[in-house]
């Protein structure tokens, strides 16, 4: 995969976000990744920006809780991050249970988005399990907020959860194209255990296929949790992607 094609979620390494941002950033650069996804960004504004520059990376992507914050006090700090596409990362299981309420969700992401694209930002969302094990009028919660969303509305697939939920990933990333715009890329066991997660190309998901027909997209490289080394995690997963897999 050509390193511009890659990037990190760094709510993998937010015990060492919270403690020193800067230094975290400048030893994410160190490893080789050129871009990252920060997450609830808006507060610390100002210090991204700086370790940004300061680091030669772009976030060309992030998560916000954006559908229970303020729509603009968002844009504005995701202008000033360079951030081109602001992501919900969580809506609550019980929300996708029923149709009305997928309904509801659209609607906030469809406003989300036309306000959004006032300031030249686009809107998206990313999935969990929940999305794709519930189930209405025979497709998924997720194909089903899919078919409800303006045109530029955008997907964020997190592949491991669309897995864990039960669904044949390249399916469903073909049933979703051509909204997706970005994947999240992990491995693991397909449990929920989020401790049970491992260095990506080195657990059970079908990561050669999923990279192999998604030539183009951004993958972001996300472990939720883990039991060892979190750098050596992220430095082992951007080497099987880059390095063995070019």
Known sequence: MPAHDL???LYTLREHIADDLKATLQRVA????????????VARSDEYAQALTE???SAPTAHAPLLSSDY??????AGKLGITTV???FIPAEQWQDAKSIRAIADKLNAAARLGGEYGIKVGYHNHDWEISSKINGATALEYL???LDPDVALEVDTYWAAVGGADVLQLLESLAPRVVALHIKDGPKSKNHKEQVAVGSGSMPIDQIIG???????VVELDDFAGDIFQAVTQSRDYLVTERN
Do not use: M, R, W
């Not at 160190?30 to 960004?41: A, L, R, S």
């Open 7 to 9: 990037s990190i979620q």
């Open 30 to 41: 160190g490893i080789g990744y050129t871009q990252v996804e920060p997450y609830n960004f």
């Open 55 to 57: 680091n030669q990376l």
């Open 72 to 77: 603009d006090e968002v844009f504005v700090a």
């Open 87 to 89: 992501i919900d990362p």
């Open 146 to 148: 899919a078919s409800l």
């Open 213 to 219: 027909a998604t030539s183009g997209l951004l993958h």
